[in-house]
């Protein structure tokens, strides 16, 4: 089964902290994803990567940053946080064929005091 | 924005079928239609999905109209466990490169009642 592992479920961080949030996907899959998921508003896409060292700006990236330095792993950094961060951010990987689905981790539930 | 349109919430009768509409009228002829649902404090789990044709699996059925503005997504004998958020989205044959997006809507909340 493809396994997306994000690396904390619930964080809680003080604002100003730098956040890393880290995924990892086992089935060699090219593109991998981050949203967040607030109350009300669905999933957002935050960043998008299709290779390695290759991103796309989703549709907040306001505030956050991505690194793909090797093809399993996908990390999301909050450079500063802020209370407006707090939410539930997912993961997800793909492969690249026309129909392929998306397979998401549980999710890591931040909250930023 | 999301490409689809849903209605917000659904409920249904335990044991009966689930009807879930969505409605993509921008749709282009090389993008798929796919369904997924979010059961509460979990991530998003696939479904189903269909280019032209309708499809089935041991999950659903995926009806898509023959001009492809809509479809409805079939629970047979919907379940309490199907109570969940149900996300319709359309995206593009996908080759590789930066045409990957995966955009999610707001979701119809299906209600599944005894």
Redesign the interface.
């Known amino acids: 089964d493809v396994k ?1 592992t994000q690396s904390s479920r619930y964080l809680v961080k003080r604002t100003g902290e730098k956040v890393f949030l880290e995924c990892v996907q086992d089935m060699d899959h ?2 991998m ?1 981050w ?1 967040r998921q607030d109350p ?6 935050i960043y ?1 990567s ?2 390695v060292k ?1 991103k ?1 700006k ?2 907040i990236p306001e505030g956050y940053s991505v690194s793909r330095e090797k093809k399993e792993r996908f990390s999301l950094i909050l450079e500063s946080a802020s209370t407006n961060q707090t939410s539930m951010y ?1 993961c ?1 990987s ?1 492969t ?12 890591t539930r931040l909250t930023v005091v | 924005d999301a490409k689809t349109t849903q209605p917000p919430s659904m409920d249904c009768a335990e044991g009966r079928a689930a009807n879930l509409p969505c409605n993509h009228s921008t749709i282009s002829g090389n993008e798929y239609v796919y369904w997924y649902r979010q059961i509460h404090s979990q991530g998003p789990q696939y479904i189903i999905h269909g280019l032209k044709n309708n499809e089935t699996n041991e999950m659903a059925s995926l009806i898509i109209t023959e001009d492809r503005k809509s479809s409805t997504l079939i629970l047979p004998h919907a379940t309490l466990r199907d109570t969940a958020v149900y996300y319709c989205i359309v995206r593009v044959a996908y080759y590789g490169g930066s045409q990957g997006n995966l955009i999610f809507g707001k979701g119809t909340k299906l209600s599944v009642k005894p």
């Open positions: 997306v090219e593109n994803f949203y009300g508003l669905g999933l957002r896409l998008f299709y290779d290759m796309e989703g549709d997912l997800a793909s690249t064929s026309p129909g392929s689905e998306a397979f998401f981790g549980q999710g």
